[in-house]
């Protein structure tokens, strides 16, 4: 379980001597530098580094770095809002021990995720992880619920050796084919093994559609864990493609046409240990709470692909009948739907129902991702919400008529519309806070404007290595 406590400046109990502790042991396994990781508003990865030794001061006082982060856009300029982008300000990155790890695919490294305090030492309003870890406590708090969640990780495996700037695919193989997976065998297999020394469980690894396209499934824990995962798993895929002479992207669409890289999101809601995504007496199981939850997530799916969805390049991928989930849908595994019911394996259904939610990609920042869409299903839950008509097959192919019955409508095309949506929707905005709430808007906005004029094919060239 991750530490839902904030972080407090000179640590808390114990906390610097355990640092020292593990410090020590991973200076004795030949570590000799920490990545401190975070992920910011536009969804990239961004680090700072300290010697092994730095662990202890990290953990009690922190490691500075400037808030105008918040506002940085994929290409590095930087948009402001009323109270970011300014030059000025620090914060502090604080290192969560619970998850600290060292890289297999990176020798000499451990990794460990951060919150970003205020040098004052109060909550950062523009911390995504800790704005997942308030959402997290507040629904154990107010409704007793925990959630288990999950992020599939879809990713393009290129050659290092071709031209700056252009993809040519590392794997010919077809499809989910036996070829792809002998072609990039070893890098696999070392994937795996890596995965395993960091602790990671892994459900399946296999070649995806797309040309050079695998996915890895790892396994759900709290929501703020299973965002870290999904951060350290990239880690640990790209730093193994560089040393087999490979370059991976996760980007939605590292070419304009075809299916792109999604990063769909597992999600459960549990009460005292019960799962309540099934054994209910609702539709497929659900319990009422359950389908209020599921029903809020859907009322809420065009205002949260601005955050799930958040790069020009997502609505590249974002096309009917590609199993993107790109309609304001659910239905029982059908994968064309936005919003998925996964029962699971007869016998095992009490562990392994969830909901999955498709139109989301790895451009999206998880912690906002999930927080945002915890919070669309908390507001359905207090609303008492209900799902509509399920869908079977695909809903691109219903007349006007039954999809306007059914509440079937398309999900927002552009990230213009999608901001638009995100703007308007005050639930989420609420949930986020206004500073955070603003600097999504912000930097969607610079976003937008950075691709101006851009044809398909030089809008997936412009984020194909950024994510």
Known sequence: MTTLADPVPGGRPGEVERAGALGGELAARGVHGIVLAYVDTAGVGRVKTIPTAGLASAVAWGVGMSPVFDTFLANDHIVATDVLGSPDGDLRLYP?????????????????????????????????????????????????????????????????????????????????????????????AELLAACAAQGVDVDQIHPEYA??????????????????RSVLVRQTIRALARSHGLRVSFSPAVVAEGVGNGGHLHLSAWRDGTN??????????????????????????????????????????????????????????????????????????????NLEVKPVDLAANPYLALGCVIGAGLAGLAEGAVLPEETTGDPARLGAGEAAARGVRRLPSSLAEALAAFRRDEVLRAALGPVLADAVSAVRQGEIDAVEGLDDERVAAAYRWKY
Request: hydrophobic residues 45%; proline residues 7%; charged residues 20%.
């Open 96 to 188: 969560d021990l619970d998850r600290l790890v060292a890289l297999a695919g990176q020798p000499g490294w451990a990794w460990a995720p951060v919150d970003r305090v205020t040098q004052d030492g109060e909550r950062h309003p523009g911390c995504s992880r800790t704005f997942l870890r308030r959402v997290v406590a507040d629904a154990a708090r107010e409704h007793g619920l925990a959630f288990k969640a999950a992020v599939e990780i879809e990713w393009t495996v290129g050659l290092d050796s071709a031209p700056a700037g252009e993809f040519v695919p590392a794997a010919t193989g077809p499809a989910y084919g036996a070829t792809r997976q002998v072609e990039l065998s070893a890098y696999t």
């Open 211 to 228: 040309p050079g396209q695998f996915e890895i499934s790892v396994g759900a824990l709290d929501p703020v864990a299973a965002a870290d």
């Open 276 to 353: 309540l995504h099934a054994g209910g007496a609702r539709r497929h199981g659900l319990t009422p709470e359950a389908e209020a939850f599921a029903a809020g997530v859907l009322a809420r799916l065009p205002a949260l692909t601005a955050v799930t969805a958040p790069s020009p390049a997502s609505h590249l991928r974002l096309k009917p009948s590609q199993w993107a989930g790109v309609f304001t849908a659910w239905g029982l595994e059908t994968r064309e739907c936005a919003l998925r019911l996964v029962r699971g394996t007869a016998g095992r259904r009490a562990e392994q129902a």
